[in-house]
């Protein structure tokens, strides 16, 4: 695009440096900006150059945090015998909208991932295995996406907390919840069929 | 979501003003900016606000421009005979990028449309005529979207220049170059086949 005018290109190439945003894209939120007044543009650039400017890891959980220490894990009313590992700050708020979980997080930064160049050493390990030293963490749950580099990443932490008197468990996996069977991938239903696990009638329990 | 940090979720909110960004995608992006360094977002924001706080639009075609007269009306290499009605920016860098055209432009800032409150007295309408004063222009080009909001705004325009000795022509309509005809609309193709025009073999000519 041949924009007549230096300024508009340089906020479109802004713009399109974010994550997929597309230069025609760009030029829509740009020409947004222009239509709407000033300080519309000001209180936008100030929320984010606030945030940016900042934003902390939690000193604990490697969360991010608006403090040292994350609203998580200064939380009271958080079980503190249980950590849910995780590999990034979106996993937390999935986890934290299903309403299902009041323990702890520890995000790991990534998962193991030779392509990438990603090894143990880049990830929050060793800070995770330090936390565990706490004899009232009695569980940790790994909630890594079921992929190959995921697998990995939990087979790693598994071994280094060979000795760590601690349960390790595994989010379930298996067909989705509502989901239709026929439309389940053979690799999610064959392994689902293999890790079945005995019913109970509601009303048996 | 629930965001531990509100700094995020100012950010979030920020970025999810924006014209086709919602919440989900509104946080990946921040995440980004959280992820790269933090003269990254310096940029990002001086980009922006360099943009906001210096855009102007042209005095005379109303187009978006970095000083009082746009970069295409200052040009000399532009036919000054030629002035091309669009309803906005977008549309000028959707004609520039043909290449098909090297006249004047004149933004009206949006076509007639009764629903949304737009009358002629919001359009850039008598700075058009204005223009038109000059005895050197000698067309005008309606490059107007061909809806019914369009229609109008062609046909008022078009009322209001009775008596200026300038020829009033209105881009070509028909069926797209490369479309199958099957899958061209009925009003389309009815009226491509109303407004027929005289083959002539190339080698004729």
Do not use: W
Request: include cysteine.
């Amino acid at each position: 695009m041949n924009f007549s005018s230096k300024r508009i290109e340089e906020a479109v190439n802004a713009f399109a440096t974010l994550p997929g945003i597309g230069r025609k894209t760009a030029l829509r939120l740009v020409l947004h900006l222009v239509k709407h007044p000033l300080e519309n543009s000001e209180q936008f650039v100030e929320a984010i150059l606030g945030m940016r400017r900042n934003i902390k890891t939690c000193r604990v959980c490697h969360n991010i945090s608006d403090d040292d220490i994350c609203s998580i894990c200064t939380n009271p009313h958080r079980e503190r015998s249980v950590i849910c590992v995780v590999e990034s700050l979106r996993d937390i708020l999935a986890i934290e909208a299903t309403g299902q979980y009041r323990g702890l997080y520890h995000v790991l930064g990534g998962i193991i991932s030779p392509i990438e160049g990603i090894g143990p050493a880049e990830l929050n390990i060793d800070s995770l295995l330090e936390r565990l030293r706490d004899p009232e963490v009695r569980e940790v749950v790994m909630a890594i996406s079921p992929t190959i580099e995921g697998d990995t990443t939990i087979y790693y932490i598994s071994k280094k907390l060979q000795g760590v008197n601690v349960q390790i468990s595994a989010i379930a996996r298996g067909v989705s919840f509502g989901g239709e069977l026929e439309y389940a991938d053979e690799l999610t239903l064959g392994r689902s069929i293999a890790a079945r696990a005995p019913y109970r009638l509601q009303d048996e329990s």
